[in-house]
C-alpha cells in the first residue's frame, strides 16, 4: 500500500483540487475565495491520511 500510496498521492491530490475548483466556479459567485478554502480543507485531509497511513505502516 505505501509504494503505491506515494505513487497515486500527488496526482489524486491535483485531480481533486482541479475538480472541486471546476465544481466551484460554475455554482458560486465567488469562485477563488470558496476554492481556496476547499484546496486548505483537501490539503488537510490529504496530509492527515498520509500520517495515519504512516503511523499503520511503521506499527
Known sequence: M???WNIIKYPMLTLLVV???FV???FSS???EHSFMFW???V???EMF???NKE????
Not at 499503520?56 to 506499527?59: D, F, L, Q, S
Open 30 to 32: 465567488t469562485p477563488v
Open 50 to 52: 498520509d500520517q495515519l
Open 56 to 59: 499503520v505502516e511503521g506499527e
Open 40 to 42: 486548505i480543507v483537501t
Open 19 to 21: 475538480v472541486e475548483f
Open 44 to 46: 488537510a485531509g490529504f
Open 2 to 4: 505505501t509504494a503505491t
Open 24 to 26: 466551484i466556479a460554475s
